[in-house]
């Protein structure tokens, strides 16, 4: 990213970026879900930067960035409470980006659009699907929606490069809606004058304006222009997007409306070296704290033993791109319900549950993967997990229907596996081993991998 004000290029995580990038782009005051459809808007723009879709010079290439001093004088004692909105709006958004046929939109914004926003080839020259004009009655109480500026003729000939020519200035003077239907004669004193729509004669508008004489032409000097909205009215309207989140629509209602015919969804960048970018998992490491879950006979303690996968598994994939939360960092214990929770809150693309089996019988052993109802994608997702944990010489004890609390309270695509038995000296044996677990882990990994198709 160019960084505007020190002219140098500014690298940092996307995310981070966007943070720093929404004080500079929008009214921090705003609802949050406006925060967070604009904060979807810089991603786009930056993804689509990244991917070099325009190959022309990017309108996005250069971006402005307040400093933290330069925020802590705007915001003064709301600081604080406004850079945790900013978080908010990101985080909430995460990874999110605008789409049509699967690329990453051009995400045009502005001010105020006035009553409707603009079709895209009256202002780029290009029609652009997403780009069309929408009706929008939702910024009439924006401060921008009336603008008035003065200008001298000087100031409009200097500015657009013209020269306005009176060389008889009795010729015409007629200025529209004003002074119209000029009748002189033949010296150009005034005899009759349209004025506002009323007809006077050149005495009367002398007496009444206190000229010295009928013969008499008008200059305008300055010019008034007034223009309704802020902006080029391409996209998204920001007044407009505010006052509909105040109405109770999401940011996803929101880009949806002033976006023909788009898409929001996370979007990954191709790369070898990250191909889980884009990507969101959770690892549940089961039980902690005083749950011990089961213990095998060897003293190992099922919380332990899922924890060091969990931390494993954390360290591949995030390796690989993804982005990985783990619902316990810690020998410590988490309630199911915070599990739950937080799942629910970050809505992750998989939720994996870990824990160790146990049965009467020592000789059973091997890993079963539980999923819930009718949960096709965990199926899936757990039928190739484990053909590539057979493959490294784990028992395939089959993909199974569970009934457990935290497969059917999260809402997103869950699995709960059962990595093996401590009730069988034998596999307990394998679970002290490190090059065991590490290799458990990897066998995990790249069933994950291939579910996503890389």
Not at 184 to 196: A, C, F
Not at 334 to 340: A, D, H, M, Q
Request: proline share 2%; with cysteine; glycine share 8%.
């Amino acid at each position: 990213m160019f960084y505007i004000e020190k002219q140098e290029v500014f690298q940092k995580p996307l995310e981070e970026i966007i943070e720093k990038l929404l004080p500079s782009q929008i009214d921090i005051d705003f609802h949050i879900e406006c925060l967070k459809a604009q904060a979807v808007i810089a991603r786009t723009n930056m993804v689509r930067e990244y991917l070099k879709i325009d190959k022309s010079n990017s309108v996005y290439s250069s971006y402005r960035f307040y400093s933290e001093w330069e925020l802590k004088e705007m915001w003064s004692e709301k600081y604080i409470e406004n850079i945790e909105k900013i978080k908010k709006a990101v985080e909430e958004t995460k990874g999110l980006v605008i789409t049509m046929e699967g690329k990453p939109i051009m995400a045009r914004y502005h001010d105020t659009c006035g009553g409707s926003t603009e079709n895209s080839e009256n202002v780029i020259k290009n029609e652009v699907n997403y780009l069309r004009k929408v009706l929008c009655l939702y910024c009439q109480n924006s401060p921008n929606l009336i603008e008035e500026k003065d200008f001298s003729i000087e100031d409009i000939e200097n500015a657009l490069k013209v020269k306005f020519h009176l060389d008889n200035p009795y010729s015409k003077g007629e200025i529209k809606g004003f002074f119209e239907d000029i009748v002189r004669d033949e010296e150009n004193r005034v005899l009759s004058i349209n004025v506002g729509g009323k007809v006077f004669s050149g005495k009367e508008i002398m007496e009444g304006l206190h000229l010295n004489s009928t013969r008499f032409y008008m200059t305008p000097l300055y010019l008034r222009f007034t223009s309704k909205g802020k902006g080029d009215g391409l996209g998204l309207c920001q007044y407009g997007g505010n006052e509909l989140a105040n109405r109770g629509y999401s940011f996803l209602d929101i880009l949806k409306y002033y976006y023909t015919g788009v898409k929001i969804e996370k979007y990954s960048l191709p790369g070898i070296a990250n191909p889980l970018y884009g990507k969101t998992i959770m690892i549940d490491p089961g039980h902690g704290g005083k749950d011990f879950g089961h213990m095998g006979e060897l003293g190992s303690k099922e919380k332990d033993i899922v924890l060091e996968v969990a931390k494993i598994l954390k360290e591949e994939l995030e390796t690989l791109g993804g982005e990985v939360y783990l619902t316990r960092e810690m020998d410590e214990e988490v309630l199911l319900s915070k599990r739950s929770e937080m799942a629910n809150r970050i809505r992750p693309d998989f939720f994996i549950s870990l824990h160790m089996n146990y049965f009467p019988k020592s000789n059973m052993k091997g890993c079963e993967i539980y999923c819930f109802g009718e949960d096709a994608e965990g199926r899936k997702m757990g039928e190739i997990l484990l053909k590539n944990l057979e493959e490294i010489g784990v028992v395939n004890r089959g993909v199974k229907e569970g009934n457990f609390y935290l497969l059917k309270s999260i809402g997103v695509n869950t699995m709960l596996i059962e990595l093996g038995f401590l009730s069988n000296l034998e596999e307990e044996k394998c679970f002290l081993e490190e090059n065991f677990i590490k290799k458990l882990s990897y066998g995990i990994t790249l069933g994950i991998l291939e579910y996503f198709e890389y």
